[in-house]
């Protein structure tokens, strides 16, 4: 039985003190960690039965006490109105009891961008009485998508109500580029912010609670007991309550409770099992210079084991887990770099795998060729994906790649389970090479991507579940980042980003690589024109640290540009359903809706990069000379140009770095000017060697406003703008 624990807490109501019993419910009820399968939508279905599940339970004070209680222990929906918002898109909704639980399933939004990211609506039920006033509102929610979900209170009418949003996706969030929570108020369909969060995390993967406490002209939200924001707003005296999904495709609610005085819900007694439903052949990961990682699962419970050595037929090391368990992960280390590896695996007595061998990581400067495939937004399981796959596994006989990069959108459905989307369709390959996987918005759908950080290993270095992580293959420096959560200027991620471009492991590397999903812009997909929070945040880096190549997905074409020096591929046509094209943008020279995979041959001073189709055909290629100058390892390849970089950060305050490249040595004057043209400072005026270079200029005692930096030198002069906000 689930037990109230009341705790004194004192409340502030209408410009008076109440000392006032708040009952914190802990879990309405539990989901026990048993076995069992995923439905349809990737929901878990546990062995329970309906009934054997208990319901919330409530003491005898809290039932008098009780205006409302709904458990969805029947699947009709009665009492309940379902109201699609208007204009909507990618709908109708999809409200059903399953499991003893509320989905929403449908991934409906209303109005298409801007205006999408302005009201964040799709659809929400109704229920209860126009009378009620003062109350509190409590529900066990979980979201198997990144986007919208949330309470409503005071429901007058569609488009008359408060309500409370919590969204995760930082890309459809609009100004405020990060996860928010939002107590707002919606007149006549027009919203108004009354409060905000812009948080890490908007909600946590599995189940947590939610409650929304509404009396006189005070909002109070809570987060598993805990209050996450409050607003003073006298719109709206009473009103019914209701739950609402927006672009949300498994919004998840249960034990919804409405009562007069106030009880808030604790975090749920619930945790979300991802069950095994498949024997999973292993699969190399993290490939170092030194050590590895090999994973596979069981549908029995056994001990995993590996024999492993440098002959095949001829294991000198046994490896085993610690106990028996159904997942089996083992890290071998003590390896050699640049030496390949024969291994077989055992599930039990039983072999699993014989015969398969991978390559470690060779050291930087060991050897200067080398060759990895790219792939993105590839997890469909359809015929598209598997044709891909062929071409890739006949072109690994001829290109012979070492690793792969994935851009993301390794599950193109919900991100629940990646067996019949991945392991099973690149069985073969996955035991014979790395891949190193970016995190894409659909990875994230099924609990904020916890099955995806389950399946696989990440770096733990620089996030705390390995969401982003820097790696090395040789001269080639990777970087792979994560932009479904805060990347923009001053977020932790940024700063990591920073950090690695300016590592000195970085620094020794002749190539610079960056992956992840978001790409800046995109031709293809009509809805959609590239992430802005990359223009305006990431693309500056690149350009100041001279990266070579980026690689993005979400957009299903394949998209080649350049843009000041780095070049930006699209490569998302490993099986998903192509886009359409939508618009053109200068810088891009090439682009078409094809399913197709990346290769990459790496050469001394040249990198080639083909885009090759499931027939095997080349359907564009480039490639990058490096100069061969020598220059002492750490400074940037010689630029073909003059180059002046924007500044960053921008906008400022009070200072920011300026970037420059000199293809030769030079004579060479970097200046400020304000809007009216006078000067305001000289950074620099002397000799410069070619390479890369950065200046400081601090702005103390300037006016904010826009300003001109200039760069004059031997070869020419260049002028940017930047701003300087007080």
Known sequence: MNRCTPLLRVLLFSGSWFLTAVSVL????????????????GTLVTEQSQHDRPEASLSPSQSADTLFL????????????????????????????????????????????????IYHLGTHITAGEDTWSDYTLNAVLRST???????????????????????????????????????????????????????????????????VDVRGDTIRAYMNGELIGQAIDDTYPAGRIGLLSYANSGASFDDVLVTRNIYLYGEPDRRVVYPVTHNRKPYVQQVGTEDAWISWQSLDAVVGRIEIGVEKDSYSRVLSTQGSGQFHRIHVDGLQPDTRYYYRVYSGDIPVSDGYSFKTAPEPGQRNEYSFFVLGDSGTGNDNQRAVRDQMVRASGTYHPEFLIHVGDVHQGNGAAYDEVYFQIYEELLQQMPFFLAIGNHDTYTDNAAPFLNDFVTPRTYHPDGRYYAHQWGDVYLINLDTNIPFDRGSDQYNFLVE????????????????????????YWPAWEGSMTVRRDLMPLFEQYAVDVVFNGHTHSYEYGEINGVRYVVTGGGGGNLDPYGRDFA???FSDAVFHFGVVQIRGNRLGFEAVNPQGDVVHSFSIEKNTTSLPRGDADLPRGLQLYQNTPNPFNPSTSITYALPQRSHVTVQVFNAAGRQVGTLWSGEKPAGVHTVNFDANGLASGLYVYRLLSDQGMVSRSMLLIR
């Open 500 to 523: 690695s471009l300016r590592s000195p492991q970085r620094e020794q590397s002749r190539w610079t690589v960056l992956y992840f999903h978001h790409p800046p812009y995109s031709e």
């Open 26 to 41: 802990p879990a309405a009820h539990s989901v026990s960690p048993v076995s069992g399968t995923p439905g349809n939508d």
């Open 70 to 117: 709904e458990t969805f222990s029947v699947s009709d929906l009665n009492g309940w109105t379902i109201t699609d918002d208007p204009q909507p898109r990618s709908g109708p909704s999809d409200w059903r009891v399953r499991n003893g639980e509320l989905w929403q399933l449908s991934n409906i939004w209303s109005y298409d961008p801007p205006a999408e990211f």
């Open 587 to 589: 810088h891009v020279s």
């Open 145 to 211: 998508d990144n986007d919208g979900i949330g309470l409503i209170v005071r429901y007058q009418s569609p488009g008359n109500y408060y309500r409370v949003l919590l969204m995760n996706d930082a890309g459809n969030s609009a100004s405020a580029r990060s996860p928010i929570q939002r107590i707002q108020r919606f007149v006549d369909g027009e919203p108004v912010t009354l409060h905000q969060n812009i948080v890490d995390a908007a909600y946590p993967a599995g189940y947590f609670s939610v409650s």
